[in-house]
C-alpha cells in the first residue's frame, strides 16, 4: 500500500492567481496521477506524471493551466494557474504502486472567488 | 481503462439492511475495482476482481462479476451510517496502464 499526503487541504483563492497543490507518497511509485473532481462530479483524470519527463496530460487539459512536476519519485506538484471560479473543485493525486490498485491522497478542496 | 456504468445513481436505506450497486462496462477487461469516497474526501480502494474471477468478499462486501453479461456487483451486508459515501468501479483494460476512468457513482445514504 502507500500513504499520500496532499498539502493544502483546502484553499480559497482569488481570481487570477494561481495555486501550486504538493503530493507526497511514502515510497517510491513509478506513475503518479492527478484528478479533478468539480461540484456534484465524477473524478476526471488530468494528467500522468512521469519522473524525469514531461507530464501527459488528457484531453482538454492543457501544460500552461495545469503545470506539474514531478521531480522524484516520491513527490509532485500540480499547479492551477490563472484561476477562474470554473477551477472550484477537489484536486486528487493518485499512485499506482506495484499492484494495479491506486492509492488516492485525501484531495484539495479550492474555491476560487 | 474504460467507464463503468454505475446503477443505481442513489440508494437510501437503514441501516442493517443490505445494498446493492451494479456496473455495467463496454469492453474486455483485466479486473474491475470497486472504490469508495466520503463526502468528497480521497478514493479508498475496496475491492479488484479480475476477469477470471465470478465472485469476491472481503469483510462484508461481496462483489460478483459476469464477463457474459460485462457486469458487476457490489453488495455491502449489515449496512451500517458509516457506509454513507459514494461507490464507483472501474475497468480496467490492458492498453491504459494505471489511467482510471470514473463514472457518475452510486451515491448510497444510510440512515442510522
Known amino acids: 500500500s502507500a500513504v499520500i499526503s496532499q498539502k493544502p487541504s483546502r484553499d480559497i483563492c482569488q481570481r487570477g492567481t494561481s495555486l501550486t497543490i504538493q503530493c507526497q507518497v511514502d515510497?517510491?511509485?513509478?506513475?503518479m496521477f492527478w484528478y479533478r473532481q468539480q461540484p456534484g462530479q465524477s473524478l476526471t483524470l488530468i494528467a500522468t506524471?512521469?519522473?524525469?519527463?514531461?507530464?501527459?496530460?488528457e484531453s482538454g487539459f492543457v501544460i500552461d493551466k495545469f503545470p506539474i512536476s514531478r521531480p522524484n519519485l516520491t513527490f509532485s506538484t500540480l499547479t492551477v494557474s490563472n484561476m477562474s471560479p470554473e477551477d472550484s473543485s477537489i484536486y486528487l493525486c493518485?499512485?499506482?504502486?506495484?499492484?494495479?490498485?491506486?492509492?488516492f491522497g485525501p484531495g484539495t478542496r479550492l474555491l476560487v472567488l | 481503462s474504460q467507464q463503468g456504468e454505475e446503477d443505481p445513481q442513489a440508494l437510501s436505506i437503514q441501516e442493517g439492511e443490505n445494498a446493492t450497486m451494479n456496473c455495467s462496462y463496454k469492453?474486455?477487461?483485466?479486473?474491475l475495482q470497486w472504490y469508495r469516497q466520503n463526502s468528497g474526501r480521497g478514493l479508498v480502494h475496496l475491492i479488484l476482481?479480475?476477469?477470471?474471477?465470478r465472485e469476491k468478499h472481503s469483510g462484508r462486501l461481496r462483489v460478483t462479476l459476469d464477463t457474459s453479461k460485462k457486469s458487476s456487483s457490489l453488495l455491502i451486508t449489515a449496512s451500517r451510517a458509516a457506509d454513507t459515501a459514494s461507490y464507483f468501479c472501474?475497468?480496467?483494460?490492458?492498453?491504459?496502464?494505471?489511467?482510471?476512468?470514473f463514472g457518475q457513482g452510486t451515491i448510497l445514504t444510510v440512515h442510522p
Open positions: 476482481i479480475r476477469s477470471n474471477e
Open positions: 506524471a512521469n519522473q524525469g519527463s514531461e507530464a501527459t496530460y
Open positions: 493518485s499512485v499506482q504502486a506495484g499492484s494495479e490498485t491506486q492509492y
Open positions: 469492453t474486455s477487461i483485466n479486473n
Open positions: 472501474v475497468e480496467v483494460g490492458g492498453t491504459s496502464y494505471g489511467k482510471l476512468t
Open positions: 515510497s517510491q511509485v513509478t506513475m
